[in-house]
Protein backbone atom coordinates (compact mmCIF):
# COMPACT_ATOMS: atom_id res chain seq x y z
CA UNK A 1 0.00 0.00 0.00
CA UNK A 2 3.11 2.26 0.50
CA UNK A 3 3.31 2.17 -3.68
CA UNK A 4 -0.17 2.04 -4.08
CA UNK A 5 0.23 5.42 -6.62
CA UNK A 6 2.60 3.14 -8.40
CA UNK A 7 -0.08 0.33 -9.74
CA UNK A 8 -3.00 1.14 -11.60
CA UNK A 9 -6.20 -1.44 -10.49
CA UNK A 10 -5.49 -3.73 -8.03
CA UNK A 11 -8.19 -6.61 -7.58
CA UNK A 12 -7.80 -9.18 -4.49
CA UNK A 13 -9.80 -12.15 -4.54
CA UNK A 14 -9.87 -13.46 -0.85
CA UNK A 15 -12.10 -17.21 -0.29
CA UNK A 16 -12.63 -18.99 2.83
CA UNK A 17 -14.66 -21.84 3.41
CA UNK A 18 -17.14 -19.99 5.82
CA UNK A 19 -17.41 -16.41 7.24
CA UNK A 20 -15.01 -17.54 10.24
CA UNK A 21 -12.48 -18.76 8.26
CA UNK A 22 -11.44 -15.40 6.39
CA UNK A 23 -8.49 -14.30 7.90
CA UNK A 24 -7.43 -10.11 8.15
CA UNK A 25 -11.30 -9.87 7.39
CA UNK A 26 -11.19 -6.17 9.06
CA UNK A 27 -7.91 -5.04 7.11
CA UNK A 28 -9.29 -6.35 3.71
CA UNK A 29 -12.30 -4.33 4.57
CA UNK A 30 -10.24 -1.28 4.85
CA UNK A 31 -8.46 -1.84 1.38
CA UNK A 32 -12.00 -1.10 -0.12
CA UNK A 33 -11.75 1.82 -1.88
CA UNK A 34 -8.31 1.95 -2.91
CA UNK A 35 -8.06 -1.67 -3.77
CA UNK A 36 -11.10 -3.69 -5.71
CA UNK A 37 -11.51 -6.62 -2.52
CA UNK A 38 -13.68 -9.72 -3.39
CA UNK A 39 -14.52 -11.43 -0.39
CA UNK A 40 -15.91 -15.26 -0.98
CA UNK A 41 -17.45 -18.27 1.01
CA UNK A 42 -18.30 -21.25 -0.19
CA UNK A 43 -21.81 -21.71 0.88
CA UNK A 44 -24.05 -19.46 1.71
CA UNK A 45 -24.58 -18.24 4.97
CA UNK A 46 -26.97 -15.75 7.28
CA UNK A 47 -25.91 -12.36 7.09
CA UNK A 48 -23.33 -12.86 4.32
CA UNK A 49 -23.52 -10.49 1.33
CA UNK A 50 -20.68 -11.27 -0.56
CA UNK A 51 -20.10 -13.93 -3.56
CA UNK A 52 -21.06 -17.68 -2.33
CA UNK A 53 -18.97 -19.71 -4.19
CA UNK A 54 -15.65 -21.16 -4.60
CA UNK A 55 -12.40 -18.51 -5.88
CA UNK A 56 -12.28 -19.56 -9.52
CA UNK A 57 -15.81 -18.73 -9.75
CA UNK A 58 -15.09 -15.45 -8.31
CA UNK A 59 -12.17 -14.79 -10.94
CA UNK A 60 -14.97 -15.86 -13.75
CA UNK A 61 -17.80 -14.04 -13.04
CA UNK A 62 -15.40 -10.44 -12.04
CA UNK A 63 -13.75 -11.06 -15.80
CA UNK A 64 -10.26 -9.18 -15.20
CA UNK A 65 -8.15 -8.04 -18.10
CA UNK A 66 -5.39 -9.44 -18.72
CA UNK A 67 -3.87 -6.23 -20.96
CA UNK A 68 -0.91 -5.43 -19.14
CA UNK A 69 -1.46 -7.01 -15.47
CA UNK A 70 -0.24 -9.75 -13.67
CA UNK A 71 -2.38 -12.33 -11.92
CA UNK A 72 -0.78 -14.41 -8.45
CA UNK A 73 -2.55 -16.67 -6.65
CA UNK A 74 -1.60 -19.44 -3.70
CA UNK A 75 -4.14 -21.70 -1.78
CA UNK A 76 -4.49 -24.76 -2.06
CA UNK A 77 -3.21 -26.47 -4.75
CA UNK A 78 -6.43 -27.53 -5.85
CA UNK A 79 -7.84 -24.05 -5.84
CA UNK A 80 -4.94 -22.83 -7.95
CA UNK A 81 -5.04 -24.94 -10.86
CA UNK A 82 -8.56 -24.09 -11.48
CA UNK A 83 -8.05 -20.42 -10.54
CA UNK A 84 -5.08 -20.45 -13.62
CA UNK A 85 -7.56 -22.54 -16.31
CA UNK A 86 -9.78 -19.24 -15.77
CA UNK A 87 -7.18 -17.03 -15.97
CA UNK A 88 -6.20 -18.38 -19.11
CA UNK A 89 -9.76 -18.48 -20.36
CA UNK A 90 -9.95 -15.01 -20.11
CA UNK A 91 -6.98 -14.22 -21.85
CA UNK A 92 -4.47 -14.13 -19.19
CA UNK A 93 -0.52 -15.27 -20.50
CA UNK A 94 1.40 -17.97 -18.85
CA UNK A 95 3.94 -15.32 -17.62
CA UNK A 96 1.40 -13.53 -16.70
CA UNK A 97 0.74 -15.46 -13.75
CA UNK A 98 2.31 -16.45 -10.57
CA UNK A 99 1.79 -19.00 -8.07
CA UNK A 100 3.79 -20.59 -5.31
CA UNK A 101 4.97 -24.02 -4.67
CA UNK A 102 4.96 -25.08 -1.62
CA UNK A 103 7.25 -28.07 -0.64
CA UNK A 104 8.33 -29.59 2.64
CA UNK A 105 11.77 -27.71 3.28
CA UNK A 106 14.80 -28.67 5.44
CA UNK A 107 17.72 -26.97 5.30
CA UNK A 108 16.04 -23.59 3.05
CA UNK A 109 19.72 -23.48 1.75
CA UNK A 110 19.82 -25.95 -1.61
CA UNK A 111 21.65 -28.66 -0.11
CA UNK A 112 19.50 -31.27 1.67
CA UNK A 113 17.55 -31.84 -1.43
CA UNK A 114 14.35 -32.71 0.23
CA UNK A 115 12.27 -29.84 -2.00
CA UNK A 116 13.62 -30.47 -5.34
CA UNK A 117 10.68 -30.49 -8.21
CA UNK A 118 12.92 -31.99 -10.99
CA UNK A 119 16.35 -30.32 -11.02
CA UNK A 120 14.85 -26.98 -8.92
CA UNK A 121 15.27 -26.98 -5.83
CA UNK A 122 12.47 -24.72 -4.79
CA UNK A 123 13.73 -23.30 -1.78
CA UNK A 124 16.50 -21.65 -3.72
CA UNK A 125 14.76 -20.90 -7.43
CA UNK A 126 11.33 -20.55 -5.78
CA UNK A 127 8.85 -20.80 -4.02
CA UNK A 128 7.22 -18.10 -6.20
CA UNK A 129 7.34 -19.40 -10.20
CA UNK A 130 5.29 -17.78 -13.17
CA UNK A 131 3.35 -20.40 -14.66
CA UNK A 132 5.31 -20.46 -17.91
CA UNK A 133 8.08 -21.95 -16.01
CA UNK A 134 6.32 -24.01 -13.58
CA UNK A 135 4.70 -26.19 -16.55
CA UNK A 136 8.21 -27.40 -17.70
CA UNK A 137 8.85 -28.62 -14.42
CA UNK A 138 7.93 -32.20 -13.70
CA UNK A 139 4.35 -32.71 -12.23
CA UNK A 140 6.04 -33.67 -8.70
CA UNK A 141 4.46 -30.38 -6.81
S1 LIG B 1 15.10 -27.46 1.65
FE1 LIG B 1 17.02 -28.40 1.45
S2 LIG B 1 17.45 -28.24 -0.63
FE2 LIG B 1 15.63 -27.12 -0.39
Redesign the pocket.
Known sequence: MAQRADFKNITVFYGGRTSRDIMYRAELEKLRGSVDVHLSIDKAEEGWTGYCGFVPAAVMDKDPVPDNAVAITCGPPIMIKFVIQNLNKLGFKDEQIYTTIENK????????????VGKD????KGPVYSWAELKYLPEEY
Open positions: MKCGLGKCGRCNYVCV
